[in-house]
């Protein structure tokens, strides 16, 4: 009874009802609230805060920014369908109005990051040394994949194409996806020089793989989910076009507070813990199977390996979380 009177007076404004329905569709920082709902980021801070708890939304600092997202699936789901039920299909002004704003924070956000890639594509790879060295991430995602063939590999925000690289040779096919051109235009340059007949490079948007479901049995995302809108949506996406057993890679920094990489290198996000992994790869119906951790840079490191269920069958057991320290 205390649980449903929390809710149903977190329930009882308009402003509120408004932000569940815009997290509903991504993770909006407070400040971009402030900006669809067209209030102040005080008022959205005491109205996210009721949210809060209720349980219906959590909050996550990053740096200056603060990250609101929904709350626990068993309190928001109940509240989500009912909310549907009474709105039935019609959409009011109001709700049309946040949609169309909602729309406008989204393009700002991927102008941001489409503009700083297509200046900075030529020196991407050595942006990305500067955090730490290259060769013990790639080292730790070889061991970490093992070496039996990987079949069918997409690799996610290629880039340059540096994964293609090191991993098409033991590919089937491999298909890298990015939304730059520039970025494509460098690693088809790269793949030619190496006479990988097998891959494949495609202008995309992580969100919407160029994949059929089930058509990958490895999907890597290195260095690529800091700059997402919306990781967990762009984890579910990968998931889904892995084949039964199938594994996705994920390779990115552990939370920090280098805030300056916001604007310097246009992070979205400061790094990711384990447990938003894992929630994430829980929604999308992976189980973690080995996690890593790579020390000694100005960044640290972390890899997480991840596996789809096989079809009827059990679920794999997670593996050992391995902590190395780089020299």
């Given amino acids: 009874m205390t649980q449903a009177l929390e809710t149903f007076r977190a329930l009882a404004d308009t402003s509120r009802l408004r932000i569940l329905r815009l997290l509903r569709t991504m993770e909006l920082s407070v400040g971009e609230l402030a900006l669809v709902l067209g209030q102040s980021q005080p008022r959205v801070s005491r109205h996210v805060k009721i949210l809060c708890d209720a349980g219906l939304t959590e909050r996550r600092k990053e740096g200056s920014w603060v990250f609101v997202a929904l709350g626990a699936k068993r309190l928001v789901d109940p509240v989500l369908a009912a909310i549907d039920a009474l709105d039935g299909a019609a959409a009011d002004a109001e709700g049309a109005t946040d949609a169309a704003r909602l729309a406008a924070v989204r393009a700002d956000r991927a102008a941001s990051a489409s503009q700083w890639f297509e200046a900075h594509a030529s020196e991407w790879d050595g942006i990305r040394s500067l955090h730490i060295p290259e060769s013990e991430v790639e080292g730790a995602m070889q061991r970490l994949l093992g070496d039996a063939p990987l079949g069918r590999l997409v690799d996610i925000g290629t880039g340059t194409g540096r994964m293609i690289e090191l991993f098409a040779p033991r590919a089937s096919t491999a298909l890298g996806i990015d939304r730059s051109s520039e970025?494509?235009?460098?690693?088809?340059?790269?793949?030619?020089?190496?006479?990988?007949?097998?891959?494949?490079?495609?202008?995309?948007d992580l969100y919407s793989l160029p994949v059929p479901d089930a058509g990958a049995d490895v999907a890597i995302v290195h260095h690529?989910?800091?700059?997402?809108?919306?990781?967990?949506?762009a984890i579910v996406e990968a998931a889904r076009a892995l084949a039964s057993r199938g594994r996705l890679l994920i390779a990115d920094f552990a939370p920090h507070d280098r805030e300056e990489l916001r604007a310097k290198d246009a992070h979205t996000r400061l790094g990711f813990s384990d447990a938003q992994i894992e929630g994430w790869f829980d929604t999308a119906?992976?189980?973690v199977e080995q996690t890593e951790t790579l020390e000694g840079g100005e960044l640290t490191v972390k890899i997480w390996l991840g596996r789809k269920p096989a079809a009827g069958g059990q679920t794999p057991q997670r593996g050992t979380i391995h902590e190395v320290k780089a020299a």
């Fill in 183 to 204: 970025m494509l235009r460098i690693a088809r340059a790269k793949i030619g020089e190496r006479g990988l007949a097998n891959a494949e490079l495609r202008q995309a």
């Fill in 285 to 287: 119906g992976l189980v």
């Fill in 224 to 233: 690529v989910l800091h700059y997402a809108q919306q990781p967990g949506a």
